[in-house]
């Protein structure tokens, strides 16, 4: 069976609730046990540092997510289990995919763009208050996810582009570097979506998030959690009257930590007018059942940060088995070679200048189809269904004479020649890679 290779980074820089255990902790574990899976799970601190500057919160963050995972049962020697700062050759990476990452591309990512957006409003200078660092972060991402060869990376919807510019990234690397010697480097790496794993609501009804203040912590003590639960803000219907289950929170986090049965049996008594109280209660006995026992491994690890230490470093030896050699293979690739070697200069069969190139192909149904790759060997653009090549090359040979002044891009729609729909631009390329591409195909053959 084929390895399928899944990575999940961890920022370190809050205290483990109750909405990451459901949403992120506890499928991922399960994820793990599955049979040709490899999961990698890594502490991203380096990311911690753009958000938190208390060295103190980063090392209490790092220590409580690590004991987190570990009391919910991931098992170190069946996985990867690693802090991101014990790989030296992560930052490395990041420096060699910095200098192919196209910094408009960057200049495009959501966490930038919003920093920017706020900054206009607020007639600030776009980068006030926007450190490298933020401007940085997918390129950060995208190492960590090149280095291990990662063929899925779960994420929410937030994170889907920094995944898919990891792919641009590398990319890049593979055409650049990899080409002319034979090789592709970086496993182009897929973003799977999670739209059905758990959100939970928090305090207030609304998302469980920290950005909300709204969370319960995963490890709170009993009685803290008890009091936290008797918080959650609920209508003021009384003993006795009916209550709705949709849009309440008690229900819902209920669900989360329950079977199917269980929790029709709790929506029945939602209809047979249950107390808030006793619904409180009930959830409250339903989720320290779980936790419990998680609580105590948890509560035991905290008291020994050693141990947790030498797991993480242990971890840090096995990843680096995959990202010391790698590394060794992508800095001779780019010219960071001992000077023993023999210099091969390569022969003057003058570098020829890379030019986008349109390849036509049939898709899975059979139908005929082209892509648009730029110069830099990512794929820019894919044309819709075709019955024959003859059509799909009649279409090629009109874009490429129109020229960008020929196509339209309708936002959301796709893109058209004189007023047909011909195909779409592939994610992260924007219209202007497009014009871009199409402006050097008309000058050569201008
Ligand atoms: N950006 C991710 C988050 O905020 C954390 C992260 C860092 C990550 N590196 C990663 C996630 C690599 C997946 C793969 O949640």
Excluded at 307 to 312: N, R, W
Aim: include cysteine.
């Amino acid at each position: 069976m084929p390895v399928t290779r899944v990575l999940t980074g961890i920022t370190t820089s809050g205290t483990p609730h109750l909405g990451n255990y459901a949403g992120a902790i506890r499928p991922a574990i399960a994820a793990s046990l599955r049979p040709g899976v490899e999961s990698f799970y890594f502490l991203a601190d380096y990311h911690a540092l753009i958000k938190v500057q208390d060295p103190a919160r980063v090392q209490r963050s790092t220590l409580e997510i690590a004991a987190s995972w570990l009391a919910c049962g991931l098992q170190p020697d069946k996985v990867w289990f690693y802090r991101q700062s014990d790989i030296p050759e992560i930052p490395e990476l990041t420096w060699l995919l910095t200098c192919v990452a196209g910094k408009g591309l960057l200049n495009r990512a959501h966490a930038y763009k919003a920093a920017v957006d706020r900054n206009r409003e607020a007639g600030e200078d776009d980068d006030a208050g926007v450190s490298a660092g933020l401007f940085m972060y997918p390129v950060l991402m995208a190492a960590d996810i090149l280095m291990f060869q990662a063929h899925s990376v779960p994420v929410g919807r937030d994170q889907v582009q920094h995944i898919e510019m990891a792919r641009d990234f590398g990319a890049r690397f593979n055409h650049l570097y990899g080409e002319p010697v034979g090789k592709s480097f970086f496993v182009l790496p897929e973003a799977a979506i999670e739209d059905n794993v758990a959100t939970l609501p928090g305090l207030d009804g609304r998302k469980m998030s920290k950005s909300y203040d709204n969370t319960i912590p995963l490890f709170a003590p009993r009685a803290e959690l008890r009091k936290l639960i008797f918080s959650i803000v609920t209508d003021s219907r009384a003993p006795g009257v009916a209550k709705d289950t949709k849009g309440s929170a008690i229900f819902e986090l209920y669900r989360a930590f329950s079977t199917r049965y269980d929790a029709e049996q709790f929506a029945r008594a939602f209809e047979e007018g249950i107390s808030w109280g006793e619904a409180k209660e009930a959830l409250f006995e339903r989720i320290d059942a779980e936790v419990a026992p998680m609580r105590e491994k948890y509560e035991a690890l905290m008291a020994k940060p050693i141990e947790i230490e030498a797991i993480l470093r242990e971890g840090a030896i096995k990843a680096r088995k995959i990202a010391t050699p790698l590394m060794a293979e992508l800095r001779h690739a780019v010219g960071l070679r001992d000077l023993r070697e023999q210099v091969v200069v390569a022969k003057a069969a003058k570098a020829k200048v890379a030019m986008p190139q349109f390849k036509q192909y049939r898709d899975d149904a059979g139908r005929f189809r082209f892509k648009l790759i730029d110069e830099s060997g990512v794929e820019i653009l894919e044309s819709i269904q075709f019955a024959s090549p003859r059509d799909a090359g009649g279409v090629i040979a009109k874009i490429r004479s129109e020229g960008p002044a020929g196509i339209e891009h309708k936002e959301g729609v796709g893109l058209f020649l004189e007023n047909q729909l011909f195909g779409n631009l592939v994610a992260p390329a924007g219209v202007d890679r497009l014009s871009k591409a199409l402006q050097l195909l008309a000058e050569e053959g201008a």
